[in-house]
């Protein structure tokens, strides 16, 4: 009887240490709230920390490099330009036109009446200018022909190699006096100025037979179309 009772002890002090052990070797519940104290007023927060022991990152902030941008970009451009031209403003024409540069005729007209024209072409290499009118005579006259102050052109008459003017010559008018025919004709060049000839030979022409001149006989200025100069 002693016996069985020892027994049945032992076994029910086995049994409460195995319900010890178990109740020891439980895990905490992982989702039971945290037990911590909250954080005393005024305290400095310290920072949760990654695997590294450095400070999360702060997915708002763009991460600082670790090393200074330089920007290693380098450009240089070189332009150069030259321009030139060979055009340059035409020298002004100063040569007269000479019996030595020129070649001077003279011929008859059907309209208007009782006229002749002169006709000036340049046979020279260069450019040459028609100044003021011709300085005629007629055979051996002692004064020159008159000439029409009212045919004065606008501009000097310039002429390129090969070019003409041309000038009118009024024979006779309505009312003769000293009237003749004359043979020859007798052309001075006007210089610049306008005063006296060049001094340069002069031509001398033939006239076309029966050519009768008078006291009205008078010239125009040179002209560098023909129409022009026979309207005087």
């Given at each position: 009887?002693?016996?069985t009772?020892?027994?049945?002890?032992?076994l029910?002090?086995?049994?409460?240490?195995?319900?010890?052990?178990?109740?020891?070797g439980?895990?905490?519940?992982a989702?039971?709230?945290?037990t911590?104290?909250?954080?005393?007023?005024?305290?400095?927060?310290?920072?949760?920390?990654g695997?590294?022991?450095?400070?999360?990152?702060?997915?708002?902030?763009?991460?600082?490099?670790?090393?200074?941008?330089?920007d290693?970009?380098?450009?240089?451009?070189t332009?150069?330009?030259?321009?030139?031209?060979?055009?340059?403003?035409?020298?002004?024409?100063?040569?007269?036109?000479?019996?030595?540069?020129?070649?001077?005729t003279?011929s008859?007209v059907?309209?208007p009446?009782?006229?002749?024209?002169?006709?000036?072409?340049?046979?020279?290499s260069?450019?040459?200018?028609?100044?003021?009118?011709?300085?005629?005579?007629?055979?051996?006259?002692?004064?020159?022909?008159?000439?029409?102050?009212?045919?004065?052109?606008?501009?000097?008459?310039?002429?390129?190699?090969?070019?003409?003017?041309?000038?009118?010559?009024?024979?006779s008018?309505?009312?003769?006096?000293?009237?003749?025919?004359?043979?020859?004709?007798?052309?001075?060049?006007?210089?610049?100025?306008?005063?006296?000839?060049?001094?340069?030979?002069?031509?001398?022409?033939t006239?076309?037979?029966?050519?009768?001149?008078?006291?009205?006989?008078?010239?125009?200025?040179?002209?560098?179309?023909m129409?022009?100069?026979?309207?005087?």
């Amino acid at each position: 009887m002693r016996k069985t009772a020892v027994a049945a002890a032992l076994l029910a002090a086995l049994s409460l240490t195995a319900c010890q052990s178990t109740d020891d070797g439980k895990k905490p519940d992982a989702s039971a709230p945290s037990t911590s104290a909250p954080d005393a007023p005024g305290a400095t927060k310290t920072p949760a920390t990654g695997r590294t022991g450095q400070p999360a990152a702060n997915p708002e902030r763009t991460p600082a490099g670790s090393g200074k941008a330089r920007d290693t970009g380098t450009g240089s451009g070189t332009g150069s330009g030259t321009g030139s031209g060979s055009g340059t403003d035409p020298a002004p024409v100063t040569t007269a036109c000479v019996g030595e540069n020129t070649k001077v005729t003279v011929s008859q007209v059907s309209r208007p009446i009782n006229h002749l024209l002169l006709t000036l072409t340049n046979t020279g290499s260069k450019a040459c200018n028609a100044y003021h009118a011709p300085l005629l005579r007629f055979d051996d006259a002692q004064a020159p022909t008159r000439v029409m102050d009212d045919s004065r052109p606008q501009a000097v008459v310039t002429l390129a190699p090969g070019e003409s003017a041309y000038a009118s010559i009024i024979l006779s008018g309505d009312s003769s006096e000293n009237g003749h025919t004359a043979k020859a004709l007798t052309v001075h060049f006007a210089p610049r100025s306008g005063s006296g000839s060049t001094g340069t030979a002069p031509d001398r022409l033939t006239l076309p037979a029966g050519t009768y001149i008078d006291d009205n006989a008078a010239v125009s200025y040179w002209q560098s179309d023909m129409s022009d100069a026979l309207t005087f």
